[in-house]
């Protein structure tokens, strides 16, 4: 379709101050938080389900790519117009729409900011469990889309488990309600699908979300270690003994010098890696569970551990927790993040083998993560200018990534696929698991008309993909976020 | 259409005499909706069952999957039968690491066997189902997405399965998830197979997340005159904060199925935790008792009583039902346990049936059964209740009716899905199983 005509259709849609389309006006929709970037033709924002029901009818009749699109903080290129087209923008659907207490759920429109409704609903006494480090600013769409982890996933799950039931806009504009908060509506359970597809499927426009009751008590400690073999023993230590604590981080050295250097925080540099443990409940419970802890890690090493005693001293850690990734601007202008998962038992033997990786690329590699999930992040650290570096950042993250596949894990355990690691699947699935995966797609999407070109193969050259790492960039600095 | 004889020798070229059993009185032993197989097949590998699939698919042939057979007759009535295929021989736990908290199970592991094995290890895998002690298997267990009372404190079976591995109707042998606790590459199809009741594909492999036994538990009754008193104290033990894992009203009938004493209504909690913590719960949860005016409540220390009770709760329902008998999972939200639990009865004296009701307030999943001498009649109680439920955004699943009455209830799933979803249900189904190779209509809305 010609631009023209279709800035004229998308007025009619959603009037003037519902769209943008000057070249200059959408350059801010060409990219996320990844490596890469596209110029979508317009930008809109709607404001109710029918505009979107009527823009998705246009879009299938005349074969135009629709992206959906909630904060942009996605680190896989999800919200990227890879095919050009049209960016949805769901921030003007942002209304909490229901809450119903006693039968613990709420309902949200998709532009519901995370921590935005935690914060909304708490006078009830109860919140949302899925907190993405990007809680601030990421949308409980973007959420769902990509199932969304954070560090008290690993008591309380990650953001599928909380997702009850959708409204959803189908290429051609059907609108299609899926689950329900009464449990097992009958049938296949559409609603688990469509969590985690990355907005390859429709898109969602209302989420019915479970709401869990805040736990009365938390303890918040460091458990200080000479280095991260000592640190992550603990952790396999911890899990193995059955322990299941409400979150259970890890930071090395190097991210505990730079987090220290920017936001004094707390964190003990003299530590050769600290666990950031805390544990929630009855205030019955914390002294018994905090103690068995803290003997594991002492068995296991830990020379040292702090308590947080005031609740100022427990925001301060999970403030630097939190700004580690803005600090990370200070070693290395560019950074490049990955998102690797391992068994828990495999930590200190994946953790050693990171540390020969940057040995042999000569790349400083720095490890903050989620590790009671065995959800790591290694996080390269570079600077683009040098010549030549950019492959070898490249092909040590492959490693990376290829030692998490090899010992058992994954490719991604929160941050998705999207245009990132689309020719990474087939280290993990076979042609017949991704043929069947795209034959459900195409139920949904058969044109591809949403979220084109994502999550599968592209069967792409490798000369392909090093273009688009040319595009590297450094992460904008973004305060109070973790990773 | 295949002659049998040419069947039996088909099947033998793909698996041998071990994976066949033609005698009729087995035949007759798996038959469903009143129809036996011609055949029963019993693969060992994944790649037999592929084999036996993809001949059953390239020859029109029909196939019912079967786990430990204890409630293979949930669902729609068949449309037709030629084989049963049994995972009885796929039965091996293929992985199990207890450092990282992670199971893999063949489908036709028992589910009393994994509880078993995992209990050595101090652990448990949070899926309940009804049927554990006569032979439930772990998949048959996912395939009909069950539940029980602990699902208030660990969610659905779903937030546990972490990969599976399946076989399609035409032989295609696939996977989704993995074994790692957190896993965002490529699709869940671990969701798409929960609940499938074996009409997509062959769940023949799967991992989960385990979980450590809690230290200790305490089981407290209290008996009250209406229901409406003990869904309430049910829901005030949630809100305020005394976080109980499992919280379940029984009426008189689902009383003395499990044993207690003949009250109108019974409100059983669990609290699981540390010592000092427990201790807190139980205080906390008799001071709510006290200020309702109930007497007690009665405690059950003994982790074996406790434990014994529960599982009758967890497999209330699963009682051989002779004759005119039927069982129904009713869905509402949890503030609807006490509307439906005076539904249910009114309805049931209307209609002179005779019924039992057990319902998780915690979360929304009710069981229900009866037994009725006039079929109109259990036909309107059904229709009526499921039409009720359905109004208020819950639902009805009609999972064991007598053949006649299932014939004629429609669909025993009620009518709460939209055309939207359905249109998405048959797309998926036309996709995965074109054919209609596996229990062809045994699914919503014959699917
Ligand atoms: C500093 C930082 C820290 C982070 N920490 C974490 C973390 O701890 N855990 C974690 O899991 N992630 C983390 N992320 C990644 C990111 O924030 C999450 O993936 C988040 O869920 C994305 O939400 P968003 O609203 O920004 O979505 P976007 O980036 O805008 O979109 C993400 C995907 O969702 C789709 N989408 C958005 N809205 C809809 C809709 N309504 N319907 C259908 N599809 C839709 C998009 O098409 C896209 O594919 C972090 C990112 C940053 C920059
Ligand atoms: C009266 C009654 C009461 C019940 N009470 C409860 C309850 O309280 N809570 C609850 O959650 N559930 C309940 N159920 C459901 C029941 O517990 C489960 O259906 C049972 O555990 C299934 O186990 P099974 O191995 O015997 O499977 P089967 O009976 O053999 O099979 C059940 C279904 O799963 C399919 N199937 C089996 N194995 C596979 C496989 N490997 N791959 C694909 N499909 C497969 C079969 O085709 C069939 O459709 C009840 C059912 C009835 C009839």
Redesign the interface.
Known sequence: MDKQVLVAELLKIFGPDGLLYAPEDVLVYEYDFSLDKNLPEAVVFPSNTGQLAVLLKLAAENNIPVTPRGAGTGLSGGAIAVRGGIVVAMARLKKLMKL?????YAVVQPGHVNLELSTEISPS?YFFAPDPASQKASTIGGNLA??A?GPH?LAY??T??HILGLEMVLPGG?????G??????????????I???EGTLGIVTEATVKIM??P?AVSTFLALFEDVGAASDAV?AI??????PAALEMMDQLTIRMVEEALQAGYPPEAGAVLLIEVD??K??LD??TGTIVKICRDNGAFDVKSATTEEARTKLWAGRKGAAGAFGRVAPNFYLHDG?????KLPEVLRRIGEIGVEYDLVIANLF?AG???LHPNIMFDARVPGVMPRVIEAGEKILHLCVEV??????????GTE?QEY?SW???E??????R??????NPAEIINPWK?FPTKKSCGEISLKMRLLKALPNMDEAWI | MIETDNLIQDLLGIGGEDGLSTGQAQLDAVALDGQSPRAIVRPSTAEEAAAYLKYANSHGLKVAIRGGGVHSGIGNPLEWLDIVLTTERMAAITEYSPADLMVGVQAGVKLSDLKAELAKNGQFLPVEAAGLLQGATIGGAIASNTSGPFRLAYGPARDWLIGVKFVLADGTIAKGGGKVVKNVAGFDMMKLFIGTLGTLGLIYEMNFKLLPLPPLTSTLVVAFDDYQAACGLALKAIDTGTFPSALTVLDRGAALAVGLPDRTATLLLEVRNTAQALERQVRDITGLCREAGAAGPDMLDGSQEQHDLWQKVTGFGYRELSGQGLALKVSTLPDQSAALLTQAHALADRLSLRISLLSHAGHGLSWLTGSYEDEDKALEFVRELTSWAERLGGSVAAERLPLALKQRVGDVWGTALSEGELKLMRGIKAKLDPERTLGPGRFVAGI
């Not at chain 1, 059907?174 to 899926?178: I, K, W």
């Not at chain 1, 058992?408 to 696929?417: A, K, L, N, R, V």
């Not at chain 1, 034959?439 to 949904?444: C, E, I, M, R, Y």
Request: charged content about 25%; overall charge negative; hydrophobic content about 35%.
């Open positions: 119903d207490v006693a039968n613990r006494g990509l199932n982890g996933c799950g990650t599928t488990n059907e609108v299609v309600r899926t329900s908060a009464a449990p097992d509506r009958p049938g296949y359970d559409l609603t688990g699908f969590v985690g597809s009751k805040k009365e396999s899990i193995g003994a059955g322990i299941v409940g009855l019955e419970s018994e569970l998962v391992v068994p828990r038992s989620h999930d065995g959800n058992g894990g994954t490719i991604s355990g929160e941050h998705g696929i690691k699947m993990i699935f076979t017949e698991d991704m043929a069947t995966m034959k459900v797609k195409d139920v949904f999550v």
